[in-house]
């Protein structure tokens, strides 16, 4: 199993967006504008990303 993280900064307001997609911004651990949280990158956190991708701005970590 490999410890790659990839780093996810919150760059779209959540309000108004679908249950859904709020759900995965706090799955993820993102509250607040602006916000960036380290996590390890799983198959699980890719989906979530990958269904909110036009709120976040991702990047790898090295």
């Known amino acids: 199993m490999s410890n790659k993280k990839i780093s996810v900064t919150l760059i779209k307001s959540k309000y108004g967006r679908l249950e859904n997609h709020q ?33 976040l701005k991702v990047e790898e970590v090295r």
Request: aromatic share 4%; net charge positive; proline share 3%.
């Open 23 to 55: 759900k995965c911004l706090v799955g993820l651990g993102l509250r607040k504008m602006h916000q960036t949280r380290v996590i390890s990158d799983t198959p699980e956190n890719r989906g979530m990303i990958n269904k909110i991708s036009y709120l």
